[in-house]
């Protein structure tokens, strides 16, 4: 199993989409991340969780999950990297490569020392504009081939049986 822990303000601070957000309303910030972080998650399987400092939301710890992406605010005195550098010690096995996006060059550093890999922001934004391009290529290969049904039907059966798909008389 792949798992994919992202510095969450440190992505903010790093995509282009996300930063102009970010001056304006540093949560829709978050909540783009966490959807593009979801489209991510879908296309590759991966697991995928999103640590936001405490330091920029106040309260206490909370853990929620958005779409399949598991999202952490840590306490109100952890950092993120703290419980990063947690979370890639815990995660980290025989079955599981752990990787860690951030582009903290510290953090990078500790992660390395526990045996888990780096993305930096630059490398995972990157890779997530060439998901979004494949995506577009797959849909519009899909688009070229017409719906071939298994069962020969003629065109007058097939409008009748679209009509009842779609409930009209």
């Given at each position: 199993?792949v ?5 969450g303000?440190n992505?903010i601070?790093?995509w ?8 304006k309303d ?15 998650q879908?296309y590759?399987?991966d697991?995928?969780i999103?640590v936001?400092?405490?330091?920029h ?8 999950k958005?779409y ?7 306490k109100?005195?952890?950092?993120a990297d703290?419980?990063?550098e ?12 752990v990787?860690?996006?951030?582009s ?5 550093r500790t ?6 890999f ?5 490398e995972?934004?990157?890779e ?6 494949q ?10 081939y017409?719906?071939?049904s298994k069962?020969?039907i003629?065109?007058?059966?097939r409008?009748?049986?679209?009509k009842w798909?779609?409930?009209d008389k």
């Amino acid at each position: 199993m792949v798992v994919l822990i992202v510095d969450g303000y440190n992505m903010i601070g790093a995509w282009p989409e996300l930063v102009k957000l970010r001056d304006k309303d540093l949560g829709q910030a978050r909540d783009l991340l966490i959807e593009m972080m979801a489209e991510y998650q879908s296309y590759t399987g991966d697991r995928i969780i999103i640590v936001f400092d405490a330091y920029h939301v106040r309260g206490l710890e909370k853990k929620h999950k958005n779409y399949k992406v598991e999202v952490i605010f840590t306490k109100e005195n952890e950092t993120a990297d703290e419980r990063i550098e947690k979370l890639a010690g815990d995660l980290n096995d025989v079955r599981t490569q752990v990787y860690v996006a951030t582009s903290d060059y510290a953090e990078q550093r500790t992660i390395f020392g526990q045996g888990a890999f780096r993305k930096s922001a630059r490398e995972l934004y990157i890779e997530m504009r060439n998901i979004e391009n494949q995506i577009e290529k797959d849909v519009e290969n899909h688009n070229l081939y017409p719906y071939q049904s298994k069962i020969p039907i003629d065109k007058e059966m097939r409008e009748i049986f679209e009509k009842w798909r779609r409930g009209d008389k």
